[in-house]
Every structure is written in structure tokens, then in C-alpha cells.
């Protein structure tokens, strides 16, 4: 008999749970070595305030994509600016930006319920980015909260204060690093608010580069930070930091950086920019075990992607998935193996992809 267990993109985000309770959406730690990707679900943010974001489906045996299919299973669209998804347990959640709502579906995409987080004055609250763990999953929300949304009752059980405009969450350890972006602040933020899982407290924050938007971890008790930089004389930086010794390090810097950790590899897309434009790239693989980049680009097969916009891999298999957007045509999605030969290239059906979830099956 198989038995279905589910990861998303991105970042393995384990946490521990607040609230205790019985939950079958929470995957059971022993996994078999035994595991096979059985599909991939690609979310389209869409262009802000039309209303047009999508999710399709990808299948790795036959090679399929099978788009809208959010809209094919719920007779509606997925709402406007999509900007996160992750897969756990029997659901999936979408973070839908402006449209302020958060979509819980099965895993065939047919939704379960929809979430419009609000604040004390009954106002909208816009998630960002998901993580999550031990039957909870947790988003932070753009007026400066994270919020636990339990999975049994799909409801949001508890929310703290954090720093000002949250984008990315990771958990390490027991303990929540919140980037703090800063948003639209006249000066943005430069810390990572440490939120206590337990008690589900803010407990401290680190400062990192300007402007943090995402936070991924390796095996080795790791935290890996991309911050935007200022958008003029402070570009875009990687930094790896051990929360444990407090050292932290830059290993990467340039006017545009993408990355994703997988295994002991963290894939970068590195870009000089000129007023905006691209005018030169590499596409870099930083060796986690001995913490230096490698002499050797990642893709070796000579593809050219311009525009490139997301990056993430399957945890199985370790095939990268890069996804482009020049911001007014519908993106596509490149699908490298992990030697960096192009498997795939897919016609996605929205504007600007957010990057690859994945589906596992166990033996």
C-alpha cells in the first residue's frame, strides 16, 4: 500500500506547534528512503490589481502541464497576486495577496475554504510567504504579524506583532526568523524577528543585510537570507548566518539574485543590472559542505534564460525548476536536471511564476 506524504518548494519550514491537537495533515517524521515526485503544481502571481492569477499543474512521468486548474475545479479564479503556496498534509494553502485571502484546497486543487485575515479594526491583512509544521501553518502578513492557522479547523488561531512589512519565514530549532522587509517604508528594515514557536512570542531579532526577503535553512543548522538591498547603492545580497555562533557571511552580492537550497547545494541566479537592465548573468552553485561557491556555472547545457524570476527544486529528485517573466507575457518554467541539462521547458498560463510545489509519494 502507498501512502501519500507532501513537501513544498523552496524551504523543508519544520516548526514546532503552540496549540497541541490531533492532526492527520501532519506528515509523520519516518520517512521511507522510497520517495518518488508524482506531480508539481505551479503557481502564476498574475499582473497586481487584474485579477488574473492561475495555478497549473505539472506531471513528471508523462511530461503533461494542465493549466488553470484552480479555476477548472472551482468554477472561479484564484483572485489577485498570488504570491506563496505551500503543499502539507492532505491541503494546500495560497497565499493571495491583494485580494487578501488566503485559499485552503485539496490536493486536486478544489478549494476547502477561504481565509480573509483582518485585523482589530475589521480591516484586510495581505499574506506574503507560508511555512509550516506539527499541524499549524504559519504566514506572515504584510501590516507586520504572523499569523498560525490551525488545520484541522482552516482558521486562524493566533497572530503576534513582528517587525514592520514581513515577507519570508523559516524555522529552525524551535524559534521562527520572520524577515522584516520594511516595505514601503521611506527607509526599509534590516532585521529578522525570532518568534518562539512554544509560546509563539517574539523572543528577539537579528540584523541582517537591508531589506530581507526570503529565509531558507540547510542541515546544518544554517539560515540563508536574500535581502533587495536599498534599490540604489545597496544591491542584492545572500548572506549565511548561524544563529547559534552569530557568524554571519555574504556569499553572493549583485543587482539581482534568485536562489533555492537543495541538499547540500544552494543554486543562485546572479545578474549585473544597468538601469534596470540585464546586461550580464550567471547562474552559480554554492557548495553548503565546504561554504564556497563552486569555479563552474550551474546550467551546462549552454540554454540562455533571460528574465529569469523564480527559483525552486524538488527535494526528490534535485531538478531546478527557473521560471522567467518579462512582467507582460505569460511566464514559462525551465526544468533542469541536477547535472544542469534543460529536462523541459513549459508554457505557463499567468503572468510572473512564483515557483514549483511538490508533490511525494512514499512505497
Not at 33 to 45: H, R
Not at 197 to 215: H, M, Y
Not at 238 to 247: C, E, K, P, S
Not at 352 to 361: C, K, Q, R, S, V
Amino acid at each position: 500500500m502507498k501512502k501519500k506524504y507532501l513537501l513544498f518548494a523552496l524551504c523543508s519550514l519544520m516548526a514546532v506547534p503552540f496549540v497541541s491537537c490531533d492532526n492527520d495533515d501532519d506528515p509523520k517524521p519516518d520517512v521511507p528512503a522510497e520517495t518518488s515526485t508524482t506531480g508539481v503544481y505551479l503557481l502564476n502571481a498574475g499582473k497586481m490589481n487584474s485579477n488574473n492569477a492561475t495555478l497549473d499543474y505539472y506531471n513528471p512521468e508523462t511530461k503533461e502541464l494542465t493549466t488553470k486548474v484552480f479555476a477548472a475545479a472551482n468554477g472561479r479564479g484564484l483572485g489577485d497576486t498570488a504570491n506563496d503556496m505551500l503543499i502539507y498534509g492532505s491541503k494546500m494553502y495560497i497565499a493571495v495577496n491583494t485580494s487578501a485571502t488566503i485559499e485552503v484546497a485539496d490536493l486536486s486543487g478544489k478549494s476547502l475554504k477561504t481565509i480573509s485575515p483582518k485585523d482589530e479594526s475589521n480591516q484586510p491583512q495581505q499574506p506574503r510567504m507560508l511555512t509550516a509544521a506539527g499541524g499549524k501553518v504559519y504566514v506572515t502578513l504584510f501590516d507586520g504579524h504572523l499569523a498560525c492557522i490551525d488545520t484541522t479547523s482552516m482558521e486562524i488561531v493566533k497572530k503576534v506583532k513582528v517587525g514592520p512589512n514581513p515577507e519570508g519565514v523559516c524555522e529552525l530549532n524551535g524559534k521562527l526568523y520572520v524577515a522584516n522587509s520594511g516595505g514601503y517604508n521611506e527607509v526599509q528594515d534590516s532585521t529578522l524577528s525570532v518568534v518562539d514557536a512554544n509560546t509563539f512570542e517574539v523572543t528577539g531579532s537579528i540584523v541582517v543585510t537591508i531589506n530581507p526577503k526570503t529565509v531558507q535553512k540547510d542541515d546544518e543548522g544554517n539560515l540563508y537570507v536574500l535581502s533587495l538591498g536599498n534599490y540604489g547603492n545597496i544591491g542584492n545580497e545572500l548572506q549565511r548566518l548561524n544563529v547559534a555562533t552569530g557568524d554571519s557571511k555574504v556569499i553572493e552580492k549583485n543587482s539581482q539574485l534568485v536562489s533555492t537550497v537543495c541538499g547540500d547545494k544552494i543554486y543562485i541566479y546572479s545578474a549585473k543590472q544597468e538601469n534596470w537592465v540585464v546586461t550580464d548573468y550567471d547562474f552559480k552553485v554554492y557548495d553548503i559542505k565546504k561554504g564556497s561557491l563552486e569555479d563552474k556555472s550551474f546550467i551546462t547545457d549552454g540554454t540562455k534564460l533571460d528574465n529569469t524570476y523564480c527559483m525552486s527544486s524538488d527535494p526528490v529528485t534535485g531538478n531546478v525548476y527557473i521560471g522567467t517573466s518579462d512582467y507582460t507575457s505569460t511566464g514559462d518554467m525551465f526544468i533542469f536536471s541536477s547535472e544542469g541539462k534543460l529536462i523541459n521547458q513549459l508554457a505557463l498560463s499567468g503572468l510572473n511564476p512564483m515557483g514549483a510545489y511538490f508533490l511525494t509519494e512514499q512505497k
